[in-house]
């Protein structure tokens, strides 16, 4: 989400911009630093502790502050998520665009989709894809843990949940990668923005393309699987029209692969160099969902969200104007380490009793996704360390690489005895 951009609506346009604008406490050296994602944390603190709220680009904010984060997420009305986000779409993502009193429909519609209830029913299936990974690189003592693992996993429970079959993995990684990571397909994307759209926008094609016929063919054959669930919802009495579940499937793809594969990759990193946090969860496993939510917490590998356009001048909780139209973007990262809302934030304890991260967002358009995240990350933690207690970073890639975007580590290399 932090490749966005935006561009406000007309409807947004029109308000009136008022005479506000945003503190700028510092200077631009440290907008750099804001997407530096190799050890955050020190620095949100740093930023909170400096006011908290930092115009990166006239019309352009972060909120670092919990309280003010909280404030813009919980005040829909006063900063609208009807963004325009490039990301290859060619219209606004459900439900993530879209303002209440709309939103709240097609929330009422997707959340028992993906209920715990729901989760619970898929446990076995997720349990069972995990190990199968597991299984082809287990006899070796290592193996690459992003490629191997973490970017594949997420995608094949994602291929059960729509009814499809592996041997369409690879098409889901080509198209998620063309939108999120658009290097991987054209390497001169990383540095040549028309490039790096070009490869954007063929992917959102083949997204639309891809998923165009699979709603034909729940439309013709209809199966107990999220698209053929779409296909029969209804809104007001209406059904659905194919844009919509295109809208709809096209935020999954891209809210629903990604950051569970970065999750993964954050976690193990963290547990291959700290061994004491691991011994915890291999003598104690009922600790590992208290460990997932401390992990999401400190990693917060979604570091920041879509931005929400102030839909007039508003006065923050602090006494800051914000000007409106102004683009307001909430750093998670930085309320998850804030030491008002987390006095001993930058301890990371699996024995945490009150846990009330952001890691999943807030307000109403928290992460739609969050329990089925949750039970890849609690089934992926619980089968590993029945299987692999004990593991440390490769010798000779002790260094991680964290590239800009989402937080996740780059090849992260891990043996086993
Ligand atoms: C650990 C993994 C995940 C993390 C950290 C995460 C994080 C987030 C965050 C922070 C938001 C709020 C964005 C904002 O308000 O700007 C969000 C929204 C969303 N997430 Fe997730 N997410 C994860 C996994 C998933 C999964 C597996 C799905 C699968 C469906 C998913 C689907 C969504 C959707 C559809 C939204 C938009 C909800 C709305 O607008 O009402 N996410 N997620």
Known sequence: MKNATTEPSKAEESQDRGAHSVTMP???EDVDALFDMSAPQPRYRELVERGGLVEVMPGCAFA?????????????????SRVQMHLGNVRPLIPLNVDPPQHAQYRRLLDPIFSPR??????????????QFIDLFIDRGTCNFTEEFAEVFPSSV???????????????????????????????????VQRRTAVMNRAGEEIYSYFTALIKDRKRQPGNDIVSRLVRAEIDGGQLGTDEILDIMFLFVIAGLDTVSDSLTCFFAFLATHPDHRNQIVEDPTIIPAAVEELLRWESPVPSGAPRVATRGVTMPDGTEVAAGTAVIVSYGAANVDPSAHPDGFEVRFDRKVNRHVAFGAGVHRCLGSHLARRELRVTLREWHRRIPDYWLTPG????????????VKDLMISWA
């Open 26 to 28: 510092f200077g631009n």
């Open 64 to 80: 670092f502050a919990a309280p003010l984060s909280e404030f813009v997420l919980k005040h829909h009305e006063l900063f609208s």
């Open 118 to 131: 729901q989760m619970d029913r898929q446990e076995a299936d997720i349990s069972r894809r995990a190990n």
């Open 158 to 192: 994602f291929l059960g949940l729509i009814g499809l079959p592996e041997a369409d993995l690879r098409t889901f990684l080509h198209m998620r990668d063309g939108i999120l990571h658009p290097e991987k397909i054209d390497p001169e994307a990383l540095v040549d």
């Open 397 to 408: 890639h002790e260094r991680l690489e964290f590239p800009p975007g989402l937080r996740h």
